[in-house]
């Protein structure tokens, strides 16, 4: 997987590498307000950045590590971690077992049933649908429960452990100064859902980013051994939007646009948080589909337990065209996908030409 170069070398020449670092002008200081939400103190540990390693021997050639050799590191078992195996338990669910419980319990106290309230079923004359699937998830809602994830995060840590280049004490976001008694709360909800939904708005980023990033953080908190708390909330979550914005983008995606957001960040500490961030997942930027699709249907699980619903509408002529169209679109990206992978034969061309789409 690594780019290998070799050359032929003299064995009395002694090579030198020659290392050019690009300069990059700082963005300038333009005020987007981002929200803001209550903090706690956090351990903060500095994190060093040591240069890529590169090997070079006379007649053996110069030997790049490529990004993906580092991807999974042998002593980290993949079952444990739910970024990595779709059969692992995403962190975030668990967190969020206790306060659900006791809502259940509480609510069976009281008597009191909102559920029926709140949802709207299908029936033999009527079929309501939402607007959120696995490969465009509702924007508004996967915000929503990717938030309150985050929030879980927070509000059931174990410990405040924390590294320094996420401590937003010694890297503030904003020139404002920020009180020790503002990192003494638990932020509460809707705070980090207006501060998500301010960079969103910003970027421009689809739902599928939100649960891409969802991932990245989960991957961090496993690989790094720290909390998610007060202090540390709004770098980890921007070092983890701002990575999936990268990889998963078609768009090119610069770290001055984040610049402009907060004032008081330059472009050379925004590239240093996504460095700092790469290292700490040991590389591992890759997210598959089985992974992907945990995450989605355990974020409508959380959602659902936390009285979240995504509007639902009633399925008439126009809207099942609609869902018609999306999956025959839906099918020829899997035909032709098929195609580079093995040959085809009449039969199948038979079977999409005639094939209908699947309501539920």
Known sequence: MGNIMTCCVCPRASPELDQHQGSVCPCGSEIYKAAAGDMIAG?????????GEVTFEAGEGLHVH??????????????????DHPKASTIF????????????????TKHVSTERFTQQYSSCSTIFLDDSTASQ?????????????????????????????????????TREEVLEEYFKYDPEHKFIFRF?????KAIRLTAEFAIVSL?????????????????????????????????????AVWNVEYCKLFENTTVEEMNELERQFLKLINYNIGVTG???????????????????????????????WKLEAFSRMEQ?????????????????????QRAKAILF
């Not at 580092?70 to 739910?82: A, G, H, Q, T, Y």
């Not at 992907?292 to 099942?320: C, I, K, M, Q, T």
């Not at 990206?333 to 999409?352: E, I, M, Q, T």
């Open 93 to 108: 669910l668990r967190k969020s077992q206790t306060d659900v419980q006791e809502k259940r319990k509480s609510n069976y």
């Open 332 to 352: 020829y990206k899997v035909f032709y996908s098929a195609a580079k992978n093995r040959p085809l034969s009449a039969g199948d061309l038979f079977h999409l």
């Open 215 to 251: 991932i990245y953080i989960e991957r961090l908190v496993s690989y790094a051994d720290i909390d998610i708390c007060p202090t540390n909330w709004k770098r980890i979550v921007l070092g983890a939007i701002l990575l999936a914005s990268k990889v998963w983008n078609d768009m």
């Open 196 to 200: 998500v939904c301010t960079v969103f």
């Open 290 to 320: 089985s992974v992907y699709s945990r995450f989605y249907f355990d974020l409508r699980s959380l959602a659902h337990d936390n009285g979240l619903y995504s509007p639902v509408y009633l399925l008439d002529r126009e809207r099942a």
């Open 137 to 173: 998830p509702h924007l508004t809602m996967t915000l929503k429960s990717v938030t309150l994830a985050i929030y879980y995060h927070i509000k059931q840590r174990d410990a405040d452990r924390s590294l320094g280049i996420f401590d937003e004490r010694l890297h503030p976001l």
């Open 66 to 83: 490529h990004i993906c050799e580092r991807e999974m590191p042998e002593d980290i078992p993949l079952e444990s971690n739910s970024s």
């Open 43 to 51: 351990v903060s540990v500095a994190a060093a950045v040591e240069p």
